[in-house]
């Protein structure tokens, strides 16, 4: 694990102005934008996706970030003025919360760049100089005066983790309630990485977006499958990904090619140079899902009650350390200044003193700065043991991993760099009490000891944002060797259906597999239709609901376009479990001795009933009947694209995950969920895939490439993905040196 570096000598905050040292200047002023230019080409193919062509990993870089301004506009250089804390000296008061951590953050990636290896700080450079590139040449789309000149620092510093203070907001809340005090507070929380809100000038500057009414919470998840060649009529091994976040969440579909260096073709998050969740070489690929990891523990210190701001820890006295951070703020046509007060132990950050104690937050890769670097080295892999040797450096924090390669591989990691406790885990509510070393952890558990599956019985591994205990059936995982801060068991019906869909003997086409992905299953009916007809049949109902009742159990239990019955089955859901966790209103909850059947019927069935009367009068009254279309009411809405789409929430039992808005029509438009889909399977020396990003390669109403793919997204299609030169070429549209001609 690094060590929190931060060092006052790194960040200097003098009359309130973030310094930024003469090194950190030089590096962004190497190599000028012309000259970089006439090193790399773009080719766009249709729906806009761009393969770069250069003569260095600088090169390819600065052309990314160019393109990502091209389609995504200010958002890029918005998240980078909030990496570097200069939120508010753009964009005043309101805009600077988040500009004391970022200093920070900014100071710990200076002090360490040079640690970095030189392809991953020509790749941080490229890229700045190829944003800067893009502000000098198109001021008009940025605030007048714009012009922050970025650096190889501030794109590093993006990539830099530190252990946040509200991580312990459970455990704060605990203690406040203790204390008699409120526990409600206003803007906790993290943002999920590529979520955005507008603000200053309509421009995206980073933050989670408030729910809006109407809406459905977006699931923040992800799906993965991997087939060994056993399962694949090709005989070669597939990997399929999709992740599901709100569709403004900035995946960014490119294909990168240096050649003897690099060549990538996959998700380029929206931001950044290494935001990458999924995508393949000419020899691997991998995938990444959300899983949800017990990363830090609280420690409660003794304080010195003989000398103020010290505690002791192994038999000493030992300082605190206080953090005065300046940050700078647009006041009006000047500039003013705001200093907070924070401070710090060696184990981590102070999150309470009271009572004799100082509570601290342990955090996993607290100050880690090497994710980029960890990426590119991913990326670069040519073999499963380069790739594990990459995973081995422990700068990704989290996420499943779900692998696949030429040679016929499959790997599921449950990755997380999760640390090895000498004691039980007191979770996000406990302090463990500790007086010397010996009491806290001081590494994480090995990357080998992490679960994992490699080449597995059956064929097959998956994920879908569970626990790893049944991420192939035919190898369950022993929870009993797992550490108390490992997950525990658990298979929603997203994961189940999962399983239903994949787990057989069949083999598979990479165009079948493809279109498996697309499953309209809606789970949940299969599980409790029978008990809720049942029901309703023995109230008496009255003609209309029995009318209902015999077009529900004609429905075939999907959620596809022309489907009739999942509108008043969706409608009867969020009425019958209204005011009730939904899990308990099952009369089988889920359970791990049956995992894959459970959970199943219903707890009350007076009051199914009475929920599916009131379910046939409402959805009539919304939509004009009962056994409205599914299609008719959900719809993807984008641009000029206005067509029926098929899915449904992951608690309803989906696979195709989609979250949706009521627009003032009364019907649902998509805001989140399944968006970016890629599939690709591993032939002897050419990879071969296909691939859809349904709200496009641009986030910008009215740009070419803003939901051109919605239409291919609702019906369930897909483009083919272009990897060699001649299909490139024979697909260019346009082509060009970023930065020069356009």
Not at 288 to 297: R, S, Y
Not at 697 to 704: K, T
Request: proline share 5%; charged share 25%; aromatic share 10%.
């Amino acid at each position: 694990m690094r060590a929190f570096r931060a060092r006052t000598g790194a960040l200097l905050l003098a009359s309130g102005m973030l310094l930024v040292p003469a090194a950190a200047e030089a590096q962004g002023a190497r190599g000028t934008a012309p000259s970089i230019a006439q090193q790399v080409e773009i080719r766009r193919t249709e729906y806009g996706v761009p393969h770069i062509t250069a003569a260095n990993l600088k090169a390819a870089y600065y052309a990314l970030g160019y393109v990502q301004l091209e389609d995504h506009g200010p958002k890029v250089a918005m998240g980078l003025l909030r990496a570097r804390g200069e939120m508010g000296r753009w964009f005043g008061p309101d805009s600077m919360d988040s500009d004391f951590l970022a200093s920070i953050a900014y100071g710990v990636g200076v002090e360490n760049y040079t640690r970095l290896d030189q392809e991953t700080r020509d790749a941080y450079e490229g890229f700045a100089i190829g944003v800067n590139r893009y502000i000098e040449m198109h001021p008009e789309k940025f605030p007048e005066g714009f012009s922050p000149q970025f650096t190889g620092y501030d794109v590093a510093a993006r990539d830099v983790n530190l252990v946040r203070v509200n991580e312990a907001r459970q455990f704060l809340m605990r203690m406040r309630r203790a204390n008699g005090e409120s526990t409600t507070t206003e803007g906790e929380g993290d943002a999920a990485e590529g979520d955005y809100v507008t603000g200053g000038e309509g421009m995206d500057i980073g933050s989670r977006p408030k729910p809006m009414v109407g809406a459905d919470p977006i699931e923040e998840g992800s799906n993965a499958w991997a087939f060994a060649p056993s399962r694949t009529r090709s005989g070669r091994a597939v990997l399929v990904r999709n992740p599901h976040l709100s569709w403004t969440a900035g995946y960014y579909e490119a294909h990168m090619k240096v050649p003897g260096v690099l060549e990538f073709y996959g998700d380029f998050r929206i931001g950044g140079p290494f935001g990458v969740i999924g995508g393949f070489n000419r020899y691997l690929g991998f995938a990444t899902t959300n899983n949800w990891t017990d990363l830090n523990e609280i420690y409660s210190l003794d304080v010195d009650s003989t000398r103020a701001d010290h505690y002791l820890f192994d038999g000493a006295s030992v300082p605190m350390e206080r953090q005065l951070v300046t940050v700078t703020f647009r006041n009006g046509p000047g500039f003013s200044t705001e200093t907070r007060e924070m401070w710090r132990t060696a184990l981590g950050p102070v999150i309470l003193r009271e009572g004799g104690k100082v509570y601290v937050l342990r955090g996993a890769n607290d100050g880690e700065y090497r994710a980029g670097e960890q990426f590119l080295h991913m990326m670069r892999a040519e073999s499963l043991a380069q790739w594990k040797e990459a995973m081995r450096m422990r700068a990704r924090l989290n996420s499943n991993f779900t692998y696949a390669d030429r040679d016929g591989n499959i790997l599921y990691v449950w990755n997380a760099a999760v640390p090895d406790l000498p004691h039980a885990s007191g979770g996000d509510t406990l302090a463990i009490p500790a007086r010397t070393t010996a009491d806290i952890w001081t590494r994480f558990v090995p990357f080998d000891s992490l679960p994992q599956l490699l080449n597995p019985r059956g064929g097959y591994v998956r994920n879908e944002n569970d626990s790893p205990h049944f991420t192939n059936m035919n190898q369950v995982m022993d929870d009993a060797k797992f550490p108390d801060n490992f997950p525990e068991p658990s298979l929603r019906l997203r994961s189940q259906l999962s399983l239903q869909l994949i787990d057989n003997r069949q083999r598979y086409t990479l165009e079948q597999i493809m279109d498996l992905k697309n499953s309209y299953r809606m789970l949940l009916a299969d599980r409790v239709k029978d008990d809720l007809l049942t029901a309703v049949r023995a109230g008496n109902p009255d003609a209309t609901t029995s009318r209902a009742a015999d077009m529900l159990a004609a429905w075939d239990n999907t959620a596809a376009h022309e489907s009739r019955g999942g509108v008043l089955f969706e409608t009867w859901w969020r009425k019958y479990t209204e005011g009730e966790s939904p899990d308990s209103m099952f009369a089988h909850p889920w359970n791990i001795d049956e995992p894959i059947t459970t959970p199943r019927g219903l707890k009350d069935g007076a009051r199914a009933a009475e929920a599916f009367k009131w379910a046939v009068a409402e959805t009539a009254n919304r939509y004009g009947s009962f056994d409205v279309p599914w299609g008719e009411v959900h719809r993807v809405r984008m641009g000029d694209t206005d067509v029926p789409v098929g899915g449904c929430g992951g608690a309803l039992g989906c696979f195709r995950v989609l979250n949706f808005r009521t627009d003032d029509d009364g019907k649902r438009s998509v805001i989140g969920g399944d968006g970016w889909v890629i599939g690709v399977e591993f032939g002897r020396d050419v990879p071969r895939g296909y691939s859809v990003l349904g709200y496009g390669q641009s986030a910008i109403p009215g740009h070419e490439y803003f939901g051109d793919q919605a239409a291919m997204f609702a019906a369930g299609k897909y483009k083919k993905i272009l990897w060699t030169d001649s299909d490139v070429e024979a697909g260019t549209v346009v082509r060009y040196r970023p930065g020069v001609d356009r």
